[in-house]
């Protein structure tokens, strides 16, 4: 990238040649390297994608040459690029070209966007929708029926935010050969009228691929230009890396194509769907696999334990205090979840399960200690088993998750986004265990943080806000109240541990030498304003590879 000499911003000083003569230098900033220490600096020196010195203004001047682009920060912060550890990139950039129902407040409005959408579509396309919350509409659930209504020649799906849920009219249903005959599938739910056993429309979870496997899927071609959408905006947000979660060999390939074609800005790394686990033994492909080292690495596989709790098909162990006739579902028996956990284990390859109810968790524990017992401590140690989201715990969980050294997967933004209904849902008794953050990280256990993008937006500054706050309000309990964590905490969890989490602490997650020259520059030091402030930061700058992929003063 070339930069824009402007004055004040970028001097080019001339000094003799040496050997190590930076490429980029940023002086006069304030340096949070991340590391174990803590240290904070004043400047940094990048030769290649690797830093070079991280030090005094005096130690990094030394290292400047003719060709040197030198940067006046004029005192902002600059910390490692972010890393998102749970992120659906692909889905999100398809996702942008439904319809966007997430500021709905009424089945109303929601049922005017379809009809708005039907009267621009031949007869027969289909209409996809993404991010509706009955919470938001007064408690409310579409039905096949509403959607009937406004698009009886199209069909349509339209998925809740929480992605564990879908309303789907009748031409869909129909298509996709469900009817009041059809049994539920494992791990999922078909929803019926209790009076007349009729399908309402609601599909939970693994019922959902039901319809989904009869929709036309994207192209290469479609993938690619969502892929390299949400990179561009990943960059805005000073994010660096992104592990996307769930994903098969297609996707891949075409991450693989785009680095090849110099077209990836943002190093990726993937845990597979578990429906490949068989293709990845087959390849060999051990826990982490490089396929562009740096760049394209697989770190391990992804499975399902149960569902959401906005959804309520997150599994727990007691009923649903707003459902008392349920308590969720969970996606597979005990021993399934046991076998494909030891299968991919005993193999060498990392197990990453989505967990949210106390009962959920409980059943990934009961398969991490089979594995455990049947593999040996030593090979067991080494592949950093993860639960994700880690949303309703106890006690028992807690230590549990520390007695076998569980990385801790957790999202910043999920506590923020249902703290309105969250105790409608578990209750007072155990709302103190609900996304349980401060106690995680009070275990001295490694927690990584993502955002689960599309389910919250894609910005780290918003979830650092959202983790190191607590609002009283609804809930009112002190022991949940105090389960925040520090914006220094938040930072960790996006930055070396999130390095951690996908097996590259040595070479990313934090500023000093040797590791790859990835860092944002902020206007604002989050370590330093009050939380209000946070969310009045900008990213600046954002350096991938040593390279400049984001400068604000080039936008627009």
Same mark, same amino acid.
């Given at each position: 990238?070339?930069?824009?000499?402007?004055? =004040?911003?970028?001097?080019?000083?001339?000094?003799?040649?040496?050997?190590?003569?930076?490429?980029?230098?940023?002086?006069?900033?304030?340096?949070?390297?991340?590391?174990?220490?803590?240290?904070?600096?004043?400047?940094?020196?990048?030769?290649?994608?690797?830093?070079?010195?991280?030090?005094?203004?005096?130690?990094?001047?030394?290292?400047?040459?003719?060709?040197?682009?030198?940067?006046?920060?004029?005192?902002?912060?600059?910390?490692?690029?972010?890393?998102?550890?749970?992120?659906?990139?692909?889905?999100?950039?398809?996702?942008?070209?439904?319809?966007?129902?997430?500021?709905?407040?009424?089945?109303?409005?929601?049922?005017?966007?379809?009809?708005?959408?039907?009267?621009?579509?031949?007869?027969?396309?289909?209409?996809?929708?993404?991010?509706? $919350?009955?919470?938001?509409?007064?408690?409310?659930?579409?039905?096949?029926?509403?959607?009937?209504?406004?698009?009886?020649?199209?069909?349509?799906?339209?998925?809740?935010?929480?992605?564990?849920?879908?309303?789907?009219?009748?031409?869909?249903?129909? /298509?996709?050969?469900?009817?009041?005959?059809?049994?539920?599938?494992?791990?999922?739910?078909?929803?019926?009228?209790?009076?007349?056993?009729?399908?309402?429309?609601? /599909?939970?979870?693994?019922?959902?691929?039901?319809?989904?496997?009869?929709?036309?899927?994207?192209?290469? $071609?479609?993938?690619?230009?969502?892929?390299?959408?949400?990179?561009?905006? *990943?960059?805005?947000?000073?994010?660096?890396?992104?592990?996307?979660?769930?994903?098969?060999?297609?996707?891949?390939?075409?991450?693989?194509?785009?680095?090849?074609?110099?077209?990836?800005?943002?190093?990726?790394?993937?845990?597979?769907?578990?429906?490949?686990?068989?293709?990845?033994?087959?390849?060999?492909?051990?826990?982490?696999?490089?396929?562009?080292?740096?760049?394209?690495?697989?770190?391990?596989?992804?499975?399902?334990?149960?569902?959401?709790?906005?959804?309520?098909?997150?599994?727990?162990?007691?009923?649903?205090?707003?459902?008392?006739?349920?308590?969720?579902?969970?996606?597979?028996?005990?021993? $399934?979840?046991?076998?494909?956990?030891?299968?991919?284990?005993?193999?060498?390859?990392?197990?990453?399960?989505? *967990?949210?109810?106390?009962?959920?968790?409980?059943?990934?524990?009961?398969?991490?200690?089979?594995?455990?017992?049947?593999?040996?401590?030593?090979?067991?140690?080494?592949?950093?088993?993860?639960?994700?989201?880690?949303?309703?715990?106890?006690?028992?969980?807690?230590?549990?998750?520390?007695?076998?050294?569980?990385? *801790?997967?957790?999202?910043?933004?999920?506590? *923020?986004?249902?703290?309105?209904?969250?105790?409608?849902?578990?209750?007072?008794?155990?709302?103190?265990?609900?996304?349980?953050?401060?106690?995680?990280?009070?275990?001295?256990?490694?927690?990584?943080?993502?955002?689960?993008?599309?389910?919250?937006?894609?910005?780290?500054?918003?979830?650092?806000?959202?983790?190191?706050?607590?609002?009283?309000?609804?809930?009112?309990?002190?022991?949940?109240?105090?389960?925040?964590?520090?914006?220094?905490?938040?930072?960790?969890?996006?930055?070396?541990?999130?390095?951690?989490?996908?097996?590259?602490? $040595?070479?990313?997650?934090?500023?000093?030498?040797?590791?790859?020259?990835?860092?944002?520059?902020?206007?604002?030091?989050?370590?330093?304003?009050?939380?209000?402030?946070?969310?009045?930061?900008?990213?600046?700058?954002?350096?991938?590879?040593?390279?400049?992929?984001?400068?604000?003063?080039?936008? =627009?």
């Amino acid at each position: 990238m070339t930069f824009k000499r402007k004055e =004040g911003n970028l001097v080019i000083e001339s000094k003799p040649r040496k050997k190590n003569i930076a490429d980029l230098v940023l002086l006069n900033c304030k340096v949070y390297t991340m590391n174990d220490d803590l240290d904070v600096e004043e400047a940094v020196a990048v030769k290649g994608n690797k830093i070079i010195c991280v030090g005094t203004e005096e130690d990094v001047k030394k290292l400047i040459g003719d060709n040197t682009c030198v940067l006046n920060l004029e005192g902002k912060p600059v910390l490692p690029g972010f890393e998102d550890c749970h992120c659906h990139l692909i889905s999100y950039g398809l996702s942008l070209s439904q319809v966007d129902l997430s500021d709905l407040t009424d089945i109303k409005n929601l049922l005017k966007r379809v009809e708005i959408k039907a009267k621009n579509l031949p007869n027969d396309f289909w209409i996809r929708g993404h991010s509706w $919350d009955q919470e938001k509409m007064g408690g409310n659930w579409p039905t096949r029926f509403d959607l009937d209504s406004v698009s009886p020649n199209n069909p349509v799906l339209l998925t809740r935010i929480c992605c564990h849920i879908a309303v789907a009219n009748s031409k869909a249903l129909e /298509l996709a050969g469900i009817s009041k005959e059809t049994p539920d599938p494992v791990g999922g739910e078909i929803e019926r009228d209790k009076v007349t056993g009729e399908v309402t429309g609601l /599909l939970k979870d693994s019922a959902i691929d039901l319809v989904e496997k009869v929709i036309p899927q994207a192209t290469r $071609d479609e993938i690619k230009t969502a892929i390299k959408l949400i990179t561009r905006k *990943a960059l805005e947000k000073g994010v660096t890396s992104i592990e996307d979660v769930g994903v098969g060999w297609e996707e891949v390939n075409i991450y693989s194509d785009l680095y090849l074609d110099g077209e990836l800005g943002i190093r990726m790394s993937f845990l597979i769907d578990v429906g490949f686990l068989d293709e990845m033994i087959k390849r060999s492909m051990r826990s982490p696999y490089p396929l562009h080292k740096g760049w394209v690495n697989v770190t391990g596989v992804k499975v399902f334990a149960d569902g959401s709790l906005g959804g309520r098909t997150a599994y727990l162990k007691e009923p649903y205090l707003d459902r008392l006739d349920t308590c969720g579902l969970p996606m597979l028996s005990q021993d $399934d979840l046991n076998k494909i956990v030891l299968k991919a284990n005993q193999f060498g390859i990392q197990v990453a399960v989505h *967990a949210i109810g106390d009962a959920a968790n409980e059943m990934v524990i009961k398969a991490f200690e089979n594995s455990l017992s049947s593999i040996g401590y030593k090979k067991y140690s080494k592949l950093r088993n993860r639960i994700e989201h880690c949303s309703v715990l106890n006690d028992f969980l807690l230590s549990k998750y520390k007695e076998l050294g569980v990385l *801790a997967s957790i999202q910043l933004s999920f506590e *923020a986004s249902d703290r309105n209904w969250i105790i409608k849902r578990v209750g007072k008794e155990r709302i103190r265990y609900v996304y349980a953050w401060r106690s995680l990280l009070d275990s001295d256990l490694v927690c990584i943080g993502g955002t689960d993008c599309p389910i919250e937006v894609l910005d780290p500054i918003i979830g650092l806000y959202n983790v190191s706050n607590r609002e009283r309000g609804i809930v009112d309990d002190d022991l949940y109240l105090q389960q925040k964590i520090s914006v220094r905490e938040g930072l960790e969890l996006i930055t070396k541990n999130a390095a951690y989490g996908t097996f590259e602490e $040595d070479v990313k997650g934090t500023i000093e030498v040797g590791k790859y020259a990835d860092m944002v520059v902020l206007s604002k030091d989050l370590l330093e304003v009050g939380r209000e402030e946070i969310l009045n930061a900008k990213v600046l700058m954002t350096i991938v590879d040593g390279k400049i992929l984001f400068d604000i003063r080039e936008k =627009g």
